[in-house]
């Protein structure tokens, strides 16, 4: 099968000839009909991350927003058929043994397993799970617009529910890009109002259709100002890589306020614990989400509260995809298509086009 595999950091990947996946006893085979680019894709390719670095397959099928249809499965097998419409998340295998599986933290499983992390994705024709972490699609969905979903969307659905915002509490997202653009919309569902910061006018435009309250040029000084003359934000949202957004988002909570961290920029970043006490804020982290937290986005996407804004492209663009990424280039979120699938099987089930 085709596959763009990277064999080190800082490399182009190369879509390569290697060999199609076998599933054992509780796996199915997918074939990948869309897989999205996430920044964290372009993280793992770069080794952005040192601390994550040594956990890295090589050489490895980056890509872990899979969507496709499951065409072979294991023996053991009792929840999947052949033809099911399904996605690959993050979360590739988590134990259900350790303290953190048992007490609803499966996404922090210390055992767990990354998809195109520590196990190949899917930036490729086929891809192979665990059964027991693979979830259906709702009917009504593309599996061209589920995709995202399976990290963008449910990453920024946990992180919301972990904050706890209750309607009209202030919300500012900074960073509207894949995953923040779905972070505006669950924020506008849940009743808040949300304020959209981004230093792409064409971005603070998606944001702007998706239902945002208001929305703030970081590149403008005033931008924090008119936040902070507002109250400041109950919960500001980080879901940019970039460390002046968290500079941004701290100074504009209201005191008691909730910074959640989901954007992993490679530098680190550092707040004055005076201004922390004198505010009493929190501080808040949050990593993908549960197969429960998945099912729901999956759920709230099927009610068509949320939507994604998807293009998508072929699996060769890859280089040029990640490329758009690190330069900020992608507006909601490009999913790659594997050869001789860029027509209709994307489709909804009962749509055509
Ligand atoms: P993206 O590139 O699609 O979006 C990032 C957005 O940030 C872009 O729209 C960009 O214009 C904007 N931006 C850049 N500088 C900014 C600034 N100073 N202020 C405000 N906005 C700014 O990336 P993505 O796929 O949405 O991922 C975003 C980050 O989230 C990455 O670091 C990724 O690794 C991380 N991530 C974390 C988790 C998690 O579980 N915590 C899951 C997925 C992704
Ligand atoms: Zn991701
Ligand atoms: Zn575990």
């Not at 595999?5 to 800082?10: A, I, N, P, S």
């Not at 090589?58 to 023996?75: C, D, F, M, S, T």
């Not at 988590?94 to 190949?120: P, Y």
Request: charge should be neutral; hydrophobic fraction near 45%; proline fraction near 5%.
């Amino acid at each position: 099968m085709k596959a763009a595999v990277l064999r080190e950091f800082k490399q182009p990947v190369v879509i390569e000839d290697v060999e199609r996946p076998q599933p054992g006893t509780d796996e199915v085979l997918v074939r990948v009909e869309a897989c999205g680019v996430c920044h964290s894709d372009v993280h793992v390719a770069d080794g952005d991350w040192p601390q994550f670095n040594k956990i890295v397959k090589k050489p490895l099928i980056l890509g872990h927003e899979i969507a496709g249809q499951v065409v072979e499965k294991g023996a053991g097998v009792k929840d999947l058929g052949l033809g099911d419409r399904v996605g690959i998340p993050w979360l590739h295998w988590s134990c259900g043994q350790c303290d953190f599986c048992r007490g609803g933290f499966e996404n922090l499983c210390v055992a767990q397993k990354i998809t195109g992390v520590t196990v190949d994705g899917g930036f490729a024709e086929y891809v192979k799970a665990p059964a027991s972490h693979t979830e259906k699609i709702p009917p009504v969905l593309s599996l061209v617009d589920a995709a995202p979903l399976f990290c963008a969307g449910v990453t920024v659905h946990r992180a919301l529910r972990q904050a706890q915002i209750s309607p009209s509490e202030r919300l500012a997202v900074f960073g509207i890009g894949g995953l923040g653009h779905v972070a505006v919309q669950i924020g506008v569902a849940l009743g808040a109002e949300v304020t959209a910061v981004d230093v792409s006018e064409e971005k603070l435009a998606l944001a702007r259709s998706m239902g945002a309250f208001a929305t703030l040029n970081a590149s403008s000084p005033d931008a924090i100002k008119s936040i902070r003359g507002r109250g400041g934000a109950h919960v500001a949202l980080v879901t940019s890589a970039s460390r002046s957004a968290y500079e941004s988002a701290f100074n504009c909570l209201r005191p008691t306020g909730t910074l959640l961290a989901v954007g992993l920029p490679a530098e680190n970043v550092c707040f004055a614990p005076v201004l922390m006490a004198a505010k009493e804020v929190r501080i808040r982290a949050s990593t993908v989400g549960t197969r429960q937290d998945l099912r729901e986005v999956l759920a709230l996407a099927g009610a068509g509260k949320v939507r994604c804004e998807v293009v998508a492209r072929p699996l060769v663009d890859v280089n040029e995809v990640l490329e758009e990424l690190r330069r900020g280039r992608v507006a909601g979120r490009i999913v790659l298509v594997p050869p001789g699938l860029e027509q209709s099987r994307n489709s909804a089930v009962g749509q055509t086009g």
